[in-house]
Structure formats: C-alpha cells, structure tokens
C-alpha cells in the first residue's frame, strides 16, 4: 500500500505516524510545501512574546526523525500542485527548483490546512504580517526586536489576535490596538462574557476598536495610515489576525466537492467523494457535535482525532467522526478563558431553543488562601435535559471546570446526574461542593420552581423594575445598581414589611447566593420574586465594558 499525504502538521504527521503503527509495510511519504514538517503552531504566539525563547523548542519532529523513528519519507519544500484521480497520480513541484515530478499513490490524504485571510494583498510590505508557521513567528519576532515599533494594530479579535495581543505587551513599551468588526472579540463566547474579557485586555493596555472594520491600508513615510469604517488610525506594524479560508485549490481542481466556503466535504469517514482520497483538518466541513449541522471549527485537537480516524479507515479498522463541540481555551494575563459547545448568540441565530445560568463560584474552599471567583455560564435544554455550551472564565481551575462540563456535554449526561458527580476534593483544589456540582444544583432549582432567574440584560429592559440588593450596607454603598434598594439578607425577615407584595422584586447579591436565599424567603412569604443571576460582580464588567 502506497499512501500520499498533503500537508504535514497536527493532521498530516499525525495520520502518518498512526498509519506506520498499524502497518509496518506501507510505503508513506509526506509533502509539505514549507520547510517545516511537525510544529507546535498553537505555540506561535509564545515564541513571539519570547515566553517560548528559542525558534528550535516550536519544532516537534523533523524529516530525519520521521525517517529514522517511523521510516516515512518526508520531502519538505515539496508542493502538490494537481492531482489526476483517473491515474491515481499527483503532480509534484520542488519550491526551491520549480522541478516538477509525478508520485502515484493507492490513497492520497489531504491535509493542507488553512491560509490566514489577507485581503490586503496587494500592499506589499514587511510589515503586515499574518501568523501562520514558524517562519512567520520568527519574522515578527525579529521585526519588534530589531525595530521596536511604537504602535502596533492587530486586525481581527479572535483566539489568535488576542494572544499574540498579550505577547507583544510583554515587551513593555509598545502600544497594542485590537480593531473588531464584531460588537465584541472571540466570536464564540457571548457579549456578557466577552465584557470581562475586554474588561481585562483594558487593563492589560490593550486598546480596543470594535464594531468596527477596516476599508483601505495606504503606508505613508513609513507609517501606515488604517481607514475604519468609522475613524482612522496609524500603525507602525500590522499584523492580520481575521480569521483563516480552507487552502483546498487543488481539490477544487480535481473535482473533489467543496462547500461554499471552500472547505472540503467528508463523510464521518472522513472520506471524501473520491473513496481512495481521504481529507482532515482545518480543510475540511465537519459536523457540529451540538446542532448536528455542518460547521466549519478549525481546531489542532479535532485534527488529531481526525488523523487517526483516517489511518484506521485506511488500516481496514472502521472508525467514524462524530463531530466537533468547538473545546477551547485562552490565556489572557492571569486569567483563563475557556468555551465549549455553542454560545447564546449561536442558539438565538440556529432557532435552537435553551435556557441559561450564570453563577460567579470560588475555584477552591475560600479558607485555603488564594481562593478566587470565577464565572461560569451554562446553556442548556431543559426539555432534553442535557448542556449545551459552557463558557468559563477566571483565575484559577478554569481548563478543570470546562473539561468537565465538555465531557459532560460529549457523554450527553443528563442534567439531574450534575449534582451526583463525584469529583475530586481537598480545600487547595475545590470545594466540598464542586462547581460543576453547584451547576447541577443551580439548574434543578429552576427546573423544580424553586426559583425564577433574571439576567441583567432582562433588568435593564423592564420599565421602572423593583430591585432589592441583598447584600450588607458597606458593600451597597460602596457600588450598587442605580434602582436598587438595600436589605441585607440576614436582615430581611424583620424587614419584610418594608417591601411592595403587589410588585415583582428583582433579587441580587455579590455573585448570586444570598439573592437566592432572599428569594427563598421572600416566596415562602407571599412574594414574586426573580433572582438575578450573576449577581453584582457581572454587573459591574457588563458597566465598566459599555462605558469604555
């Protein structure tokens, strides 16, 4: 068996390497048109912000290594530029020669990736740059180090433009723009999560343009002048992080089906229309886990599982892909953001119909020292009694929390069986009552009617609303929102007389107990009450975020 792979990387290398492991006699070769065959490209960031020191800690294996581990012929700065399905042939062109030769194959794995999207092409200059391999991570690097820009502008708000935002800022004196054309940076969280995360940036001295494109780039004495759809800036450097287009002209050509993105069709295979002709990665359509529609979540840990998918199916060994629930998370300073399945905003835009909590829980027991909040916001189906999506952010104990609830969301574990997990504790790591635990809780309050729950977005929209703040006289005072009244909970049962029972009160704490426990009072006396989830913490990033 003769087996040609495109591209190298978390999907080429790692399709590879499975396929040796199965089968010792196969014939292998890998093309990569770079020079680099295996790279830590989630690493590229780091290696830019000299957290990661040397250019040789990025690269994971090498042609050689290949060879002499495994026994797979590795041809770098080797481009396939046609296939020919018919002869089950590819067209192969040297990058340094333009040599062309011709390589037969019994299955071809395409694995090209994606491109950065530049739609500034056509201005040439050393620097716009965009982040794609270790070349141009060491470029970047090079350029701020020899150069020492004053003003930096990062086009694009995402995973990629926020980190490399954070790594320029650990050179101290350059001045770091983010420009958005959305309302808000990282696409997949939700604007009241987004607000602490832009919230954090702020105080990082990461400036922030968002709902706000970029029309034209015209460079001017060395200076690039940025024409927004609303304003204008200068920059000394840009680099371009909108997002990223499948790289699949090649299967275009050869009539292997596309979507309208361009990004290549597989079966849960991965098996494209071609049976001998395998795809994965970031070049291809796959299926969202959550809506079961096609998606495109470009992503290195579904590239791995893709891979072995790939090798097992070549291998004889039937292996299907069930799909991408989009897991990921982000270092932002000191804090930690992370998201699984799908957010608010994706459920409004796909009909799909949910509820949500927001609960704002110490990562460990408050009497160990260190003990810090974080937010976590949960979307669920009551009807099917399952999550949906999680987004969670904090300190510390942030990649514990959302690997749980994804592995909950993955095994479709019933909501109710939330409050019966298990999990790890010691007052360094957790609570006797674990987050993921109170989550169960929190839910099975609002499923049984225990309580109604209220978001911010809800209060600010009600005319006139009745809001009681629950927690003591100092805290009030010292912040508070502008409708609310204040009694404390521990004072509330003597002073229940002093409430409306013929209006609706809208209930709020620090982070959402004591408002509950408020509620509980105030409904066993006869009242109408709605919890505000999040309590005061989320209102205050919500406020300091819409006042920037």
């Not at 990082?204 to 004495?221: D, M, P």
């Not at 359509?285 to 891979?307: H, V, W």
């Not at 002073?495 to 509620?519: F, H, M, P, W």
Request: with cysteine; hydrophobic share 35%; aromatic share 8%.
């Amino acid at each position: 068996m003769k087996v040609l792979i495109v591209g190298g990387v978390a999907g080429g290398a790692t399709t590879a390497t499975r396929l040796r492991r199965l089968d010792e006699k196969a014939q292998i070769i890998i093309f990569e048109r770079g020079e680099h065959i295996s790279f830590a490209n989630c690493g590229l960031p780091y290696y830019i912000g000299d957290v990661i020191k040397e250019k040789k800690e990025l690269l994971l294996q090498t042609p050689k290594s290949f060879k002499n581990r495994f026994n797979i012929d590795v041809r770098i700065k080797n481009e396939v530029v046609k296939i020919d399905r018919d002869k089950k042939q590819v067209l192969v062109r040297k990058v340094d020669s333009g040599e062309e030769y011709i390589e037969t194959y019994d299955t071809l794995v395409l694995s090209p990736g994606a491109e950065p999207i530049n739609p500034f092409k056509l201005l040439k200059s050393e620097k716009i740059a965009t982040l794609r391999n270790v070349n141009d991570s060491v470029k970047i690097k090079e350029y701020i180090q020899k150069n020492n820009p004053k003003n930096i502008v990062i086009i694009g708000g995402g995973y990629i433009g926020v980190e490399v935002a954070e790594n320029i800022k650990h050179y101290g004196s350059i001045n770091v723009t983010i420009v958005e054309k959305a309302p808000h940076v990282i696409a997949s969280i939700d604007k009241d999560i987004a607000s602490f995360v832009q919230n954090r940036l702020r105080e990082n001295n990461i400036n922030l343009i968002l709902s706000n494109g970029v029309r034209q780039i015209k460079e001017e004495n060395n200076i690039f002048n940025i024409l927004l759809d609303d304003g204008k800036i200068k920059a000394d450097y840009i680099i371009l992080s909108i997002g990223v287009i499948p790289e699949t002209s090649i299967a275009k050509e050869a009539g292997i089906t596309l979507n309208s993105r361009g990004s290549i069709i597989v079966d849960e295979h991965m098996r494209t229309n071609d049976k001998d002709i395998y795809a994965l990665g970031d070049a291809v359509e796959i299926k969202n886990y959550i809506t079961n529609m096609p998606d495109y979540i470009p992503l290195a840990g579904p590239a791995n599982r893709q891979a072995r998918i790939v090798a097992n199916n070549i291998c004889g060994l039937d292996s299907k892909y069930n799909g991408t629930m989009g897991s990921s998370i982000l270092k932002l300073f000191d804090y930690t953001l992370a998201t699984t399945g799908v957010s608010e905003e994706k459920c409004k835009m796909l009909d799909i119909n949910y509820k949500k909590i927001i609960i704002t829980p110490f990562c460990h027991a408050t009497y160990y020292p260190g003990a810090s909040e974080m937010i976590v916001k949960v979307i669920y189906s009551q009807k099917e009694k399952k999550l949906l999506g999680a987004q969670v952010i904090g300190k510390e104990g942030v990649d514990k929390v959302s690997d749980i609830l994804a592995t909950v969301i993955r095994s479709k574990i019933n909501i109710y069986d939330l409050e019966d997990l298990e999990l790890c504790y010691a007052p360094p790591f957790s609570s006797a009552k674990s987050v993921v635990n109170i989550v169960g809780n929190v839910i099975e309050n609002e499923i049984n009617g225990l309580v109604k729950n209220i978001f911010w977005e809800d209060v600010e929209n009600t005319d006139t609303p009745y809001v009681l703040d629950a927690r003591t006289k100092g805290e009030y005072e010292s912040g508070h929102f502008s409708e609310a009244i204040n009694i404390p909970v521990d004072e509330l049962r003597e002073n229940i007389d002093k409430l409306d029972k013929n209006k609706e009160i809208l209930v709020y704490c620090k982070t959402g107990v004591r408002s509950y426990i408020a509620c509980r009072i105030l409904i066993q006396n006869g009242f109408k009450v709605k919890n505000i989830m999040g309590g005061y913490n989320l209102y205050k990033e919500i406020e300091k975020d819409r006042l920037k």
